[in-house]
């Protein structure tokens, strides 16, 4: 009898896994049905490297979230360059360590100084995008969230530490990532081990003061398609004749991607222990600023010709200067573009039809092989790709009979 009951216990996980693995039918057949749209990504995707990660939601009587996900050549060991994706992660982490020091009068709203101790640091003591003209880890997120700003993200790599950004990736689950760079000023092996040493006052006192970190750990990942391309231009634009290396760099599979995305909107469907540790203004804070767009923000305040009202919002608007925001519709999302790759993570809700789901993509496009020479085909395939793609699930949402009508007052949030 034992040694049946043991038999059970541990064929129930692998069985439980197989049964959690996505539809791989529906997104083709959707796509398929539409050949002027999808036809030519269809012919080659591993050329364009695409990956799609689609999740129903349903709610039950009780209004609870119930997941049902779909796939399109997912392949969570297969790399793509994850850009800007990474960054909501670290936004999470960032309050998650806040929260934790418990330290009377510190807050995200502190006056965050950044410190220089080694070699390529910078110093920050002043941002004029600011109401106070100060800089504050909640004036960093805003910043994140609502365009992408890769300063802000430094900073906040800077504060949390390379070592514990990875160490909270791995408590929360997120075994197909690391992040180990800092954005848009050349890290290097070295530098990116070495992190800022930052302090945060109220007025003239000191509040918390961390020195700068080292962090001498690898992050190995088991990846394939790590080694792109024919060619790509070095730090000092030389062209160098052999392929592309992203072995030590960033990465951010679309599964842990959503599954970032669903613990952080739907805290409630899993135990409390395996929660993000925020507290409920941390929640608003950042689903307000990964919807807001950035001609609704005072504070920072952007050039609408740089920042259009739907810039950051891939999928269902590609990057459509003139597009109008669709009435009643939100999208929730952290997106990336870099490399010839293209990544957007969402929830869309429509609290007029009552439709809500989740969709992760990526697209690549990068005809002649070489890479960091800034020509990719994002206007002529990513944009398109991505905008379509959002516009068909969405399409077919209308469409899906639900049992139970949702209650989206949640995130039906005040700008």
Not at 206 to 213: A, T, V
Not at 241 to 270: G, H, R, Y
Not at 307 to 325: N, R, T
């Amino acid at each position: 009898m034992f040694r049946f009951l043991l038999l059970v216990v541990l064929i129930l996980p692998g069985c439980a896994a197989l049964a959690q693995r996505p539809d791989t039918v529906l997104l083709e057949g959707l796509m398929r049905n539409r050949p002027e749209l999808f036809g030519k990504i269809l012919s080659h995707p591993q050329k364009n490297q695409v990956q799609i990660l689609y999740t129903q939601i349903d709610r039950d009587a009780n209004n609870v979230p119930h997941f049902k996900s779909y796939s399109y050549n997912l392949d969570d060991l297969h790399y793509f360059f994850p850009a800007s994706t990474v960054k909501l992660p670290t936004v999470i982490f960032a309050l998650e360590k806040l929260n934790e020091l418990k330290i009377n009068g510190l807050s995200r709203k502190s006056a965050m100084i950044t410190g220089a101790d080694f070699t390529k640091q910078t110093r920050v003591d002043r941002d004029s995008s600011a109401p106070n003209g100060l800089p504050s880890l909640e004036h960093y997120v805003k910043k994140i969230l609502l365009v992408s700003d890769n300063d802000a993200y430094n900073r906040l790599y800077e504060w949390i530490g390379r070592a514990e950004i990875n160490e909270r990736l791995r408590i929360h689950g997120l075994s197909t990532s690391r992040i180990l760079n800092r954005y848009a000023v050349k890290d290097t092996e070295e530098t990116s081990r070495h992190t800022n040493p930052v302090s945060f006052y109220d007025g003239n006192k000191l509040l918390y003061s961390q020195p700068g970190q080292f962090d001498p750990k690898n992050y190995p990942l088991n990846l394939t398609n790590t080694s792109m391309g024919r060619a790509y231009l070095d730090s000092s634009d030389r062209l160098v004749e052999k392929p592309f290396n992203m072995a030590i760099k960033n990465a951010f599979s679309l599964t842990d991607q959503q599954a970032v995305m669903k613990k952080l909107l739907f805290p409630e469907v899993f135990p409390e222990n395996e929660r993000f540790h925020l507290a409920k203004d941390d929640y608003k804070l950042i689903y307000t600023y990964m919807s807001k767009l950035p001609n609704e923000s005072d504070f920072p305040r952007y050039d609408p010709s740089e920042y259009w009202p739907l810039y950051a919002k891939f999928l269902f608007c590609g990057a459509d200067k003139e597009a109008a925001p669709q009435k009643g519709m939100r999208i929730f999302n952290k997106y990336g573009d870099s490399y010839g790759f293209i990544i957007d993570n969402a929830y869309i809700v429509d609290f007029e039809n009552d439709v809500e789901f989740m969709l992760s993509a990526v697209v690549q496009s990068n005809e002649d092989g070489v890479y960091n020479d800034d020509r990719y085909e994002y206007k002529e395939v990513c944009y398109p790709f991505m905008k379509n793609l959002g516009r068909l699930v969405y399409e077919y949402e209308l469409k899906r009979e639900k049992k139970h009508k949702p209650d989206l007052s949640k995130f039906h949030l005040r700008y």
